[in-house]
């Protein structure tokens, strides 16, 4: 099956940057749609954004809009999500997500496969 690994978390200052990536397997990878997705301690799991299949079409949650950038590489198998001006409250643990259907959804339980989390810590 398909698998998703994530990289590029870290520790970083308030107003720093990182780059998350998540390697996908499979030959399949542009026909899916991709989604970052983090969950904070004692909260529920959110979305952070999502990218269409082609990388047309994107989402962002209204905290990271502006700061943050999805994308994705087709020819490489690789979703990217480029965050900048980090702020303490955008330390989580993020993940990688995948969704066979094209259909845009906000419900963690529609995406098929996922990544094994990658922690963001923001300091003041």
């Known amino acids: 099956q398909v698998q998703l690994v994530e990289s590029g978390g870290g520790l970083v200052q308030a107003g720093g940057s990182l780059r998350l990536s998540c390697a996908v397997s499979?030959?399949?990878?542009?026909?899916?749609?991709m989604g970052w997705w983090r969950q904070a301690p004692g909260k529920e799991r959110e979305i952070v954004a999502h990218i269409g299949r082609s990388g047309g079409t994107t989402y962002y949650t209204t905290y990271v809009k502006g700061r943050f950038t999805i994308s994705r590489d087709n020819a490489k198998n690789t979703l990217y999500l480029q965050m900048n001006n980090l702020k303490p409250e955008d330390t989580a643990v993020y993940y990688c997500?995948?969704?066979?259907?094209?259909?845009?959804?906000?419900?963690?339980?529609?995406?098929?496969?996922w990544g094994q989390g990658n922690r963001v810590t923001v300091s003041s």
């Open positions: 997500a995948a969704r066979t259907r094209s259909s845009p959804t906000y419900n963690p339980a529609a995406y098929d496969y």
């Open positions: 499979g030959r399949t990878f542009s026909t899916y749609t």
